[in-house]
Structure formats: structure tokens, C-alpha cells
């Protein structure tokens, strides 16, 4: 009996480490813009709250689903002849038990959910590098608007590649031209919409070097397909070499 | 002579006379002509079935082409353009031709029946409700028969509207969408709503006025309670997006700028209002389908439904919970912290009921004797659906999670792990359940089961890999992916699962064929059921009940059947076999029946007509408003016909 109990205990806690590894694990399969492969601060955070909350999930669907497995084996018919069972109505401390564990624990989510909302929501830090980003059907273009990207006339630096520098954090804003467009670079932040009208803000870093892919995300007609970019994160002195070769360029 | 045959002096008869003439004839007709002009639930029941069975193969056959489009990489099956039509009206046509109108005729077929009536409060706005439904969808097809106009990029494609389901502003402005296609979406959703609208009405005044003697409101039927809830979800809702639409009408048709950037108007009041409207409305999809899963379970396990008020109350609490999280479609489009979080929250709690039913749910099966039939499987593959469907959902209410899950494949499958897992299996069920009742036959209970275990099968390869999908970065409504993301696998076998599904509903059009072909022998009571729709005979006569019943409980038929001794133990009651009703002899001569009437397609025929001359020709719109003006007035005057 206790090795038996002792040995429920072990294939949980093997379970439970098997269902993080799972989740984790994610990550190693390929594609750029796998969000379980994070390489930045924002999409680390959002990756983190979303495995935890689905972990807690899955354990809940197993049990549901075994319980519906489990009754349905134990008390199906067995013959034709049976009488009906004893009808019971309800129990009403099975009731509150059922209403107040959920409401408690999806409370307790709701904590880390809205610090998070709050974190990721807050303005850019000062020493951010401002880039606005311009969407337009079918494609994209970001201008540097901090003073030291400017070119000889004035003008900001205008790239059609995101190019930014390592373990810095970006202050995007974003415009729209026509439609609602969404930017999403999987690997580094979840989306924000490109409203007309609006000048959507965001803060996002990068922590890897890499080039990661990035499309559209708000369905915005015949092309938004193929309405992607890239999104180059550099250490700064390749960032800062890039720079230089963009304003010389005539 | 001919003068003679004129007799000019003959008294002429009043229009009130003349309608009630009309009328009595039209009592006569037979064939076509008693199903155009039919009053009887039952009959438009069964024409809301067959038509929003039409519509599904449609949307089916849709979401098989998009499938093929999608299963490999840079496929050419579909250009961009079709495939944006195909899933604008796949979408649309799910939702608004298929799920809406099988749940219509949920209501039209059970609810005089499960509450001891002759029909509905409002026979005639029932017929009223079903053309206008038949002549909104056909309407919005028909854009498949348009073009588009010359000198635009969409030169010679199909008229199809093309902006997605939810037709976000600005993209459905003219200067984005060139030609009729928005119009052709936007006039037939709003006559569709006219449908919904006059059948909310009509349910909840017949469940609140018409309930047989003895029936208290908590002596109802689930399914019954479930309907009125939903009826007022309709009513509340439909007004929302109407007044949506008619903004973007007025900037297509009229140069408004409700939704105009450039002069100062906000598409995002575009999607507040359509989603104010549209998760009400996601619950409006699931309800009724949660209602027949309360019927089918305590009917297959020979138990009462476990905690009947509980799952009563949450179901309210849902309706009414339900207005308070739209938002939580808007996440991404950047409100602020302060309205994420509120709606964060509000989300994650609209967990709680859902979770209460389920339990509930698994409360009725556990202890009862479980008969695994068709009926039953559908039911239990509903919470084991719904419960993924569900808990995915709590995942889109931790925000800052749902910002990478927005708009991404994660979506799609969570919101078809509700509405095919769940609303689909829900429907399915009650069909199985109530086919013998309405046809007298039950359906084959061997290609019952391939269908639910293909279905089943099928539905988890198509959808399970959705998931992964979403989190692997594939956004939705895009025509085609790139090679090397990793999602050619996923996307292959999501495709084959979808192919699984469509041949599971070959599987059940071969049921219902070869079903209809065998004796009507199933009598009354088939399953030995708890409620009273199963005490008259199968299927039922055309005036339900013989006698108005007398209810004294829940489940008032079981506790005619059987005695429950002070062990526990049930019984069978000692006149327990007279609990059916014996056909009544003769045709029920004497039994006061709503009686046919032309005005309610004449009424209909207009709506169509109105927004075809928008579009089209002006001319029509006043000819279409005289004819549904004439049909209402007509109806108003309209006296019974004996």
C-alpha cells in the first residue's frame, strides 16, 4: 500500500516534469517566428505566463477528461434489463466547492496577468530608441526619429529592415496609411494593431543577435500575405556600422 | 350571358371578408403550396433544418477548398482574392446560415412540445421568420453571381465580399473594397437579423406565456430555459451590429464618415460595436446546444440532471457576464492597461459558470446507467470538446499571452473547438435525439457511430494541430505561407483531418436516407425519456397535444413511468403504460389550430427587394417597401379563417 501510494506520487511529479519539458521544449522546433523560441524581454515574459496558465489548464483537462472516461467504463449498461439508478438532484456543497476552487484559482491567475498587462503596457524608457514604424498596403518602413539618426538635410533615417541594436530597449509607434495592420515579430513581442488615426505605442528588445521574421497580422486585404519584414538585431557596433553605411548612402 | 356572370349588384365582401376567405382556402392546399404557406412549428422547423443543412454543405465545401489552398506551402490552388471570398463566406455562413438557423430549428420543432402547446405565441411571425432567413441567405449567395467593376484590381473576379466575417472599417470602405461585395454582406446581414430578431421575440413570449398548467418556470426543461435565455440575448444583440451596419451603409452608400479616418471618423468604433454585439452572440451559437446536451445526458443515464437550478443559474450568469468582455477580441488593439486588465478579468471569470455545467454535467452521468448510443456519444464528445475549448479560452484572457495568440491560427482553433466541438456536437446530438419524434424512425445506430467517431476523429486532426500552428507564429486569413517556418506538416494534416470530417456528414446524409426509407415504428418514447415531448405519438399530429397537460414536476413523463421507493430504488408506476397519449381518432376536428396565411413571405419577399434596389436601382427600394408594408398591413387585417 505505501509503496503503491508512494509510487502514484513519483509518477506525478515524473508527469507534471514531463508536461514543463513538453512546453519547454517547444522551442526547439524550427521556424522564425515560433513564439516558444523567445529572444526577447517581452516575448521571455509572455511565453512564461502562457506556459504556466496552460500547464494549469492541461492538468484540469486531464482531469476532466479522465473522469468522463472513467464513468463512462464504470456505469455504462451492462444490460438491457437494468433498472434505472438512484436519482439523486444535486449536492449543494459539491455545488460551492465547484464554483468557489475555480473562481479562486483563476483569481490567483488574474494577479501575474494584469502586473504583466501593467509591465508590458508602461512607456518606453527614456534612453529608448524611438523608431516609427509606417504600415501601408503591402509594406513597411521605419524611420529613426531620434536626432542622432538623422541624415545631412535633416531628415530621419528610413530603412525597409528593422535593424536594432542588442539588449536596448525600442520605443515603437505606429502609423497607418490606409487600413488596420498589425505588427508582430513573433520571436521578440506579441502584436500591436496599426490603427489609422491612432499612433499605437510599444516598448520590445531583442537579447540575441539574429534576424527574425515578422508579417502582418490584421487582415488588411489582397496582399497581406506577403506583407512581412525582417527585424535585424545587432550588437551595437555592428548596429551603430549599419547606421553609418544608411546615412552615407546617397 | 355575360352580363349575368358580372352581376355588378352582387354585395362585395369587406377586405377583413376577403382576407378570411383567402385564408380558409389556403387551409385546403396541399403539397408545395401547404409547406409556402404553413403556419405549423414543426413544418418550419423542419425547413429551417433542411435549409441550414444546404448552407452547411456549403460552408463545408468552402472550408475544403481553403484547406487544399493551405495544406502545403506557396500553393496555387487559390489565388489571394478567392481565397479571401472563400473564407469571408465560410465564415459568414457558418455562423449566420448554419449554427443560427439549426438552432432555430431546435426551438421551432421542441419547445411547443417540451412545454404542452399548440404552437408558437406568433404563428405567423414564426413563418415570417423563417422566408426572411431563406431570402437573407440566398441574398448574400447571390453575390456569388456578381462581378466586379471594371478598371478596379478586382477586375473579373467574383463579387463575393472579401473583408472577413467581422468586416473591419476601414478595409470595408469603398476606397478599400471596390464593388458590391460589402453591400451585398452588409444588407444580408441586416435582413438576417430582421429573421433573428422576430424569433427571439417569438420564443420568449411563447416560453413565458405558454407553458401547460403546473409548469412553474423551474419545472421547464433546460432546453427550454436555455432558449429563453438566448432569445433575449438576440434581442439585445442583433440591435448592436444593426446599427454597425447601417453606419457602414451609410459611409459605402451615402458618403458618411462614421468610419472614415481622413474626416475624422473611428473605424475602432467599428469592431467595439461589432463586438458588443458579437460575443453575445458566440454565446447566442452555444446555448442552445449546452440546452439539448442538459436533455440527452439525464435521458441516457436514467438520472435527473445533476444540480438543475445550478446549471439553470449559470447559464444565466453567462448571458449576462456576456456583456460585459468584448473587448477581449480587442486586446491588441491598444485600449490601455486599465481597459485590458478590466476585460482581462472579466473574461477569466466568465470561466466560472462554464465550469460550473460541466461539472454539473459529469454529475448527471456519474452513478446513472450509462446507454452509449448515438444521441449520448455526441453529447459527451460536446464536454470533452468544450472543455478544451473553454480552458483555451482562459489562455486568451491572460492578455498579455493572447498578445502573441491574437490573430494567429491559436484563435481559429479555439473558437472551432467551441463551435464545431462544441455547438456542431451539440446539434448533432439533438438531431439524433429528436429524429424519431419528428420522422417516426430512428436513425441507424451502427452509421450513427462511424459518423460521430469520423467526426470526432476527423475534428481533432483538423484542429488539435491549429494550435500549434498559432503558436508556431502562423497568423490567420493569410492566402499562403512561406516554406521553412515548420508549418507545412501541421497545415498537411490539418487538411486531411478536414477531409475526415466531410466524409463523416456523407456518412450522415447515407443515415438519414436510408433511415427515412424504413418503417415510422419508433413510437413515442424511444430512449424512455424524462419530458413530455415524448408522450405523444411520433411523429405528432398536427395539433401536439390531444389534451393540455398537467404538470406537477421536472421531468414530469419520468414520474409518470416510474415510482421512486423510500430506498431508492425506481420502479415502474402501476399506470405507467397510459402516460402516452394514444393518437386521438380522427383528425382533431374541434382542436383550434393557427391557421395558413399568404403575408408572411409576401411581408418577407420585400426586404430583399429593398436592398437589391440600394445596390442596384433605386426603383426597387420604395417597390420593395410597398410589398412588405402591403404584406404587414394584410397580416394585421388578417382574421382567423373558422
Known amino acids: ?250 | 350571358m355575360a352580363g349575368a356572370a358580372l352581376d355588378l349588384d352582387r354585395p362585395r365582401p369587406s377586405v377583413a371578408e376577403a382576407l378570411r376567405l383567402a385564408r380558409q382556402r389556403a387551409a385546403s392546399y396541399r403539397g408545395i403550396w401547404s409547406w409556402v404557406l404553413t403556419v405549423d412549428h414543426k413544418r418550419i422547423g423542419l425547413m429551417y433544418a433542411a435549409t441550414a443543412f444546404t448552407f452547411f454543405l456549403m460552408g463545408g465545401m468552402e472550408a475544403l477548398m481553403l484547406r487544399l489552398q493551405l495544406a502545403r506551402p506557396n500553393s496555387g490552388v487559390l489565388d489571394p482574392d478567392q481565397f479571401n471570398r472563400l473564407f469571408t463566406m465560410h465564415g459568414t455562413t457558418m455562423v449566420f446560415l448554419v449554427i443560427m438557423p439549426l438552432s432555430a430549428a431546435f426551438f421551432n420543432l421542441v419547445i411547443p412540445l417540451m412545454i404542452g402547446a399548440r404552437d408558437v405565441a406568433f404563428p405567423r411571425l414564426n413563418a415570417f421568420s423563417y422566408w426572411v432567413f431563406l431570402l437573407g441567405g440566398l441574398f448574400m449567395s447571390a453575390s456569388f453571381l456578381t462581378g466586379n467593376p471594371a478598371g478596379t484590381i478586382f477586375e473579373g473576379k467574383l463579387g463575393l465580399p472579401d473583408a472577413g466575417w467581422f468586416g473591419y472599417a476601414p478595409l470595408t470602405l469603398p476606397q478599400f473594397s471596390a464593388g458590391h461585395g460589402i453591400d451585398y454582406w452588409a444588407f444580408g446581414l441586416i435582413i438576417l437579423g430582421v429573421s433573428s430578431m422576430a424569433g427571439g421575440f417569438n420564443f420568449a413570449v411563447t416560453i413565458i406565456n405558454m407553458r401547460a398548467p403546473g409548469m412553474t418556470l423551474f419545472r421547464m426543461p433546460v432546453f427550454v430555459w436555455m432558449t429563453l435565455v438566448t432569445s433575449f440575448l438576440i434581442i439585445f444583440a442583433m440591435p448592436i451590429i444593426t446599427v454597425g451596419l447601417f453606419e457602414l451603409l451609410f459611409d459605402r452608400l451615402f458618403g458618411a464618415n462614421f468610419f472614415n479616418v481622413q474626416a475624422g471618423g473611428t473605424p475602432l468604433l467599428w469592431q467595439h460595436m461589432f463586438w458588443l454585439f458579437g460575443h453575445p452572440e458566440v454565446y447566442i451559437l452555444v446555448l442552445p446546444a449546452m440546452g439539448i446536451v442538459s436533455e440527452v445526458l439525464p435521458t441516457f443515464s436514467r438520472k435527473p440532471l445533476f444540480g438543475y437550478p445550478f446549471v439553470v443559474f449559470s447559464g444565466i450568469a453567462i448571458a449576462f457576464m456576456s456583456w460585459g468582455v468584448w473587448a477581449h477580441h480587442m486586446y491588441t488593439t491598444g485600449l490601455g492597461s486599465i481597459a485590458n486588465s478590466a476585460f482581462g478579468i472579466s473574461t477569466i471569470l466568465i470561466a466560472v459558470p462554464t465550469g460550473i455545467k460541466i461539472f454539473n454535467w459529469l454529475g448527471t452521468l456519474y452513478g446513472g446507467s450509462i446507454n452509449l448510443k448515438t444521441p449520448l456519444m455526441f453529447a459527451i464528445g460536446f464536454i470533452a470538446m468544450f472543455t478544451i475549448g473553454g480552458l483555451t479560452g482562459v489562455t486568451h484572457s491572460i492578455v498579455p499571452s493572447d498578445y502573441q495568440q491574437q490573430d494567429t491560427y491559436y484563435v481559429v482553433a479555439h473558437f472551432h473547438q467551441v463551435l464545431v466541438g462544441g455547438a456542431l456536437f451539440g446539434l448533432f446530438s439533438g438531431i439524433y435525439y429528436w429524429f424519431p419524434k419528428f420522422s417516426g424512425r430512428l436513425l441507424g445506430e451502427r452509421l450513427g457511430q462511424l459518423h460521430f467517431w469520423l467526426m470526432f476523429i476527423g475534428f481533432n486532426v483538423t484542429f488539435q494541430p491549429m494550435m500549434v500552428l498559432g503558436l508556431l507564429g502562423m497568423p490567420r486569413r493569410i492566402a499562403t505561407y512561406s516554406d521553412g517556418l515548420g508549418w507545412g506538416l501541421w497545415n498537411m494534416v490539418a487538411t486531411v483531418g478536414a477531409f475526415m470530417i466531410a466524409a463523416s456528414i456523407v456518412v450522415f446524409m447515407v443515415n438519414v436516407i436510408v433511415s427515412m426509407r424504413r418503417k415510422p415504428d419508433a413510437g413515442a418514447d424511444p430512449w424512455d425519456a424524462r419530458t413530455i415531448e415524448w408522450t405523444i405519438p411520433s411523429p405528432p399530429p398536427a395539433y401536439n397535444f390531444a389534451e393540455v397537460p398537467q404538470v406537477h414536476a421536472v421531468d414530469d413523463f419520468w414520474h409518470r413511468k416510474y415510482v421512486e421507493k423510500e430506498s431508492g430504488e425506481v420502479v415502474p408506476a402501476v399506470a405507467g403504460a397510459s402516460a402516452i397519449e394514444e393518437a386521438a381518432p380522427g383528425d382533431g376536428h374541434g382542436i383550434h389550430l393557427p391557421s395558413p396565411s399568404y403575408w408572411p413571405i409576401v411581408a418577407a419577399i420585400g426586404l430583399p427587394m429593398i436592398a437589391l434596389g440600394f445596390i442596384y436601382d433605386f426603383a426597387l427600394v420604395p417597390a420593395g417597401a410597398v410589398i412588405t408594408m402591403l404584406g404587414i398591413y394584410a397580416w394585421a387585417l388578417e382574421p382567423e379563417a373558422e
Not at chain 1, 37 to 49: S, T
Not at chain 1, 110 to 121: C, F, H, K, N
Not at chain 1, 207 to 232: D, L, R
Open chain 1, 1 to 250: 500500500m505505501r509503496l503503491r501510494r508512494s509510487v502514484l506520487r513519483l509518477a506525478t511529479g515524473a508527469a507534471l516534469l514531463a508536461l514543463v519539458a513538453l512546453f519547454m521544449g517547444c522551442g526547439a522546433f524550427g521556424g522564425d517566428q515560433n513564439t516558444f523560441a523567445p529572444e526577447g524581454d517581452v516575448a521571455d515574459e509572455q511565453r512564461d505566463l502562457f506556459v504556466i496558465v496552460t500547464i494549469i489548464a492541461t492538468i484540469i483537462l486531464i482531469g476532466v477528461i479522465a473522469a468522463l472516461v472513467y464513468i463512462m467504463v464504470r456505469y455504462r449498461r451492462r444490460s438491457p434489463d437494468e433498472p434505472p439508478p438512484k436519482q439523486v438532484h444535486g449536492n449543494t456543497r459539491l455545488e460551492l466547492a465547484w464554483t468557489i476552487a475555480p473562481a479562486l484559482l483563476l483569481l490567483g491567475i488574474a494577479v501575474p496577468t494584469v502586473a504583466s498587462i501593467i509591465d508590458l503596457g508602461r512607456e518606453a524608457k527614456d534612453d529608448a530608441l524611438h523608431v516609427h514604424v509606417v504600415a501601408f498596403r503591402f509594406d513597411w518602413r521605419f524611420q529613426y526619429t531620434d536626432p542622432e539618426f538623422a541624415d545631412a538635410g535633416g531628415e530621419p533615417l528610413t530603412a525597409e529592415e528593422l535593424h536594432i541594436p542588442v539588449d536596448r530597449e525600442i520605443a515603437v509607434e505606429l502609423e497607418s496609411q490606409d487600413v488596420i495592420h498589425s505588427f508582430w515579430v513573433p520571436k521578440l513581442a506579441g502584436k500591436l494593431d496599426v490603427m489609422p488615426g491612432r499612433h499605437n505605442r510599444m516598448w520590445f528588445n531583442a537579447t540575441e543577435p539574429g534576424v527574425y521574421a515578422a508579417q502582418c497580422a490584421e487582415f488588411c486585404g489582397i496582399g497581406h500575405s506577403i506583407m512581412k519584414f525582417t527585424v535585424v538585431a545587432e550588437e551595437p557596433a555592428g548596429f551603430e556600422a549599419w547606421v553609418d553605411e544608411q546615412l552615407s548612402a546617397p
